[in-house]
């Protein structure tokens, strides 16, 4: 019987394990993807104390930092369902081995948006892809085209302008969300065309990526030749654990906390991406301050000391 089990392998995941096992709780830490999307960031300026580093290394640091106690468990897998009997937590993994435990931290992050245009699912893996800086690399001196407006885009369009011969920037608006440094990174890149208030309606080729289609012309012509389509239109929070369990989730579909990262069911708790905390604002920094809050309040849970940030009733 464990403590705490804590279901995401990223940086919520991660920091809630580090205080979890300060407080001697023990702890399982288990997901299937270790990192989960801060393995994406090619380049990380905003954590303290690092002024520059790649996601997968701080990512790793956070592991290693993790593991290092011994009342953590760490597991690759995939969890399947969760339930709540009395007060004990029934965890399934895809391998139907079943563990138990007495507080549930949910860390599951978010998923990757699709386009939903033709050709999309068709190509998935065949040119198209949804991480630019996992694999900008593979396109070098090839033409690419990036789809979105928020960070994850402008920077993926900045790295693939590094090893790509062309990369066009398509963006529904006329102004990009992302911040402005990585935006005046892009605009100082000559290789880099920005194809604005235009949405992607299709994308070809057969057997692999050969263009795609516009819903409107750009320099002349709704289509355009590339090797390559990144999508990087923002993500859905993993909420589908949550929701089996019985956890209220906001109208954005986030699971829905208090301000002590607390779930509308007892002695479950979120943290990170899959929150409405934070104001939505998914970075690392509130990533890792929401585990850590996480970890505290499954801590006073245990501790039959109430919850920090009152009652599920009236704590929103």
Known sequence: MFDVIIVGLGCAGYTAAIYSARYKLKTLLVGLDEGGLGNTAAEVGNWPGEIEIRGPDLMEKFKKHAVSFEEV?????????????????????????????????????????????????????KGVTYCATCDAFFYRNKTVAVIGGGDSAVEGAAIAAQVAKKVYLIHRRGEFRAEPYWVDRVKAKDNISFVLNTNVVEILGDPKVSGIKLDKPFEGSDTLAVDGVFIEIGANPATALAIALGCEVDAKGYLKVNGA????????????????????????????????????????????????????????
């Open 261 to 316: 990262q607390q779930s509308t069911v007892a002695g479950v708790f979120g943290a990170g991406d899959v929150t409405n905390a934070s104001n939505y604002f998914a970075q690392f920094a509130t990533a890792a301050g929401e585990g850590s809050t996480a970890a505290n309040s499954a801590f006073n849970y245990l501790s039959t000391v109430p919850v920090q940030g009152g009652s599920m009733s009236g704590g929103f």
């Open 73 to 125: 468990t760490h597991k690759q897998a995939r969890v399947d369902k969760i339930v709540k009997e009395k007060d004990v937590f029934t965890v399934t993994f895809q391998s139907g081995e079943t563990v138990q435990g007495k507080t549930i931290i949910l860390a599951t992050g978010s998923n990757k948006r699709h386009l939903g245009v033709p050709g999309e699912d068709r190509l998935s893996g």
